[in-house]
């Protein structure tokens, strides 16, 4: 039987994860083993429950209590479900909840560098990515596109902020990642200790075609991908083994760096 909570109003300490607090609050840096993140719509919240995440609580309305999320309930019988009005839950999160669910769900230890890319042969490195929207959406490239796990240098946001985790659809629960130091700063000397080669996406005068057999012929590579607006530092690049573009046309230079990885993803998979 589900733990049902019915709001009428807003002052209730629980709900603050929900609103109240600010993605730094609730990843709670100081004591991460007690951060939490917020997962949106039944699909994404039953993907990170399969990952063996554990919901702290979930914010729906009435409605999806018996539907959508009846299943994710009957999962979680002992997490409090707080439901109500729908003007009300719009007054606390601001926006109608379209997907109609929330949870705030804990996050878990991150897994080791090792474990993470031990048997992967081609990985994403995400070097200072720091909109949401972008990094969920390279996860999904990701998972979709045969990489076998994705690496974040310090400098990336968060991957489980909000927006990350419902661009990537969930995926982020489903691919290995991980944190890795800034290339320059030792990463690639970690990533050439586990055998990995590292191909820079950059726009350098010697930068390889995607299609260069050198690349395909690597057994392991890391596919390296720069902050939207300046790309990788110069620093980055020269600490690769190559650095690699996509051929463009009409006088265009480069493309947003989510629809990069795609293209990048699918040319280099095995």
Known sequence: MANIIRLHSLDDPALDVYARLTEAQIRNRLEPEKGVFIAESPKVIRLALDAGFEPVSFLMEQ?????????????????????????????????????????????????????????????????????????????????????????FSPTCCDPLNRRAVRVSMGTIFQIPWTFLPALAEGGTDLLHRHGFSAAAMALVDDSLSMDDPRLKACDRLAVVLGTEGDGLSKETIAACDFAVKIPMAHGVDSLNVAAASAVAFWELRR
Request: charged share 25%; aromatic share 4%.
């Open 63 to 151: 409605k999806h209590i018996e539907g959508d999320a009846k299943d994710l309930l009957a999962r979680c019988p002992d997490a409090p479900v707080y439901t109500g009005e729908r003007a009300l839950l719009k007054a606390l999160t601001g926006y109608e909840l379209t997907r109609g669910v929330l949870a705030a769900v804990k996050r878990k230890p991150l897994p080791a560098f090792d474990a993470v890319i031990r048997d992967a042969k081609r990985v994403a490195v995400l070097d200072g990515i720091v909109d949401a929207s972008n990094l969920g959406a390279i996860v999904r490239s990701a998972a979709a596109l045969n990489i076998d796990a994705v690496l």
